[in-house]
């Protein structure tokens, strides 16, 4: 009988394959997670931060800036959020902001990258989302005596990179979430001149940090802190 010996480059070809195949994907995407679920997640300014938005008309700095949303699994790929503002005011002039919310969430996705910095402490970046749903965009109305001077309209979209960390802290572990939001797309309406040129811009931004932590639903309502993290 005739033997024939196998080419060398197809055995090394076939046995790469195998090790490709057999091999964990090294970009699994990270997911945030608790022990069990419903939790309900709550997040707020750590003590004597601001939150602040950069705009045409200079920036808006705001006392309160809290998030709300739930987490229905033990492990998801992102978390939405519905996020709310307050004591809201322009640093240059003084005026009173509102800003609205309403029908619009932020939702945070997590990348394949985890490093830890401090034993027990690590930080997942990815990029936010920014949803509204029937139409509706965030807005910010400065208003002075009462009286608002125009209005500062976000519409939902994926602003630019780099754009939100998630730090793994404490006993239960909650995640510190800081934000560094460039090139925010924002519509100027109304106020002539006084609020900047109007019509569409793209140099917003906004920066700050909340606390988000994970909480028993005890049929919808807030019971103990419980531990939430990313892995």
């Not at 569409?200 to 103990?224: L, M």
């Amino acid at each position: 009988m005739t033997r024939y010996a196998k080419p060398l480059g197809l055995t090394v070809l076939a046995a790469l394959l195998i090790v490709a195949v057999a091999a964990p994907s090294a970009s699994a995407l990270k997911e945030i997670r608790s022990a069990a679920a419903p939790r309900i997640i709550t997040g707020a300014l750590p003590a004597g931060k601001t939150f602040a938005f950069k705009v045409s008309v200079g920036e808006i700095k705001c006392t309160t800036a809290n998030i709300e949303g739930t987490m229905t699994k033990t492990d998801q790929p992102s978390l939405k959020v519905t996020p709310v503002f307050s004591g809201c005011t322009e640093v240059l002039n003084g005026a009173k902001v509102d800003v609205t919310t309403t029908g619009c969430s932020f939702t945070y996705t997590y990348e394949e990258v985890v490093v830890e910095t401090e034993p027990k402490q690590t930080h997942t970046p990815g990029p936010m989302h920014i949803s509204c749903e029937g139409g509706n965009k965030i807005q910010l109305t400065p208003t002075i005596f009462g009286g608002s001077i125009c209005t500062f309209e976000i519409p939902p979209q994926t602003p630019f990179e780099p754009q939100v960390d998630h730090k793994v802290l404490g006993t239960p572990s909650y995640v510190l979430i800081t934000y560094t939001i460039e090139q925010l797309e924002y519509t100027v309406k109304g106020g002539g001149k006084t609020c900047g040129e109007e019509g569409v811009h793209k140099d917003g931004f906004f920066i700050g940090s909340q606390e988000a932590k994970g909480y028993e639903s005890n049929a919808g309502k807030e019971g103990a802190q419980v531990a939430i993290w990313i892995s």
